[in-house]
Nanobody
Framework: QVQLVESGGRLVQGGGSLRLSCAASGRTFSIYEMGWFRQAPGKERELAAAISWSGSRTYYADSVKGRFTISMDNAKNTVYLQMNSLKPEDTAVYSC?????????????WGQGTQVTVSS
């Protein structure tokens, strides 16, 4: 129903910035919310940020507040994650996910994931 394509992950220096992109296609009219998850080695996956499809509401994990910004370009059906002041502990596989109106309690569609590595 929904396809997600991520891009932007790479190696960056500590204190640097990076912007991740997630382009949605298919039945985008069914999307209620988009989220960016991350999973570091040896740690459980966590929701770093989320945004309603309309862009009116956002959520940030305490670990990224003040440093990350999630935004949406509705004309391109693309969600962005702007990451500033990056720390080595931000190193993780970052995945975007879509939460549909039909199953709003969970994120049922996922991108392939993109690796972000922050050097110390």
């Amino acid at each position: 129903q929904v396809q997600l394509v991520e891009s932007g992950g790479r190696l960056v220096q500590g204190g640097g910035s990076l912007r991740l992109s997630c382009a949605a296609s298919g039945r985008t009219f069914s999307i209620y919310e988009m989220g960016w998850f991350r999973q570091a080695p040896g740690k459980e996956r966590e929701l770093a940020a989320a945004i309603s499809w309309s862009g009116s509401r956002t959520y940030y994990a305490d670990s990224v507040k003040g440093r990350f910004t999630i935004s949406m370009d509705n004309a391109k059906n693309t969600v962005y994650l702007q990451m500033n002041s990056l720390k080595p502990e931000d190193t993780a596989v970052y995945s975007c996910a879509a939460r549909l109106y039909s199953s709003a309690s969970s994120f049922g569609y996922w991108g392939q994931g993109t690796q972000v590595t922050v050097s110390s």
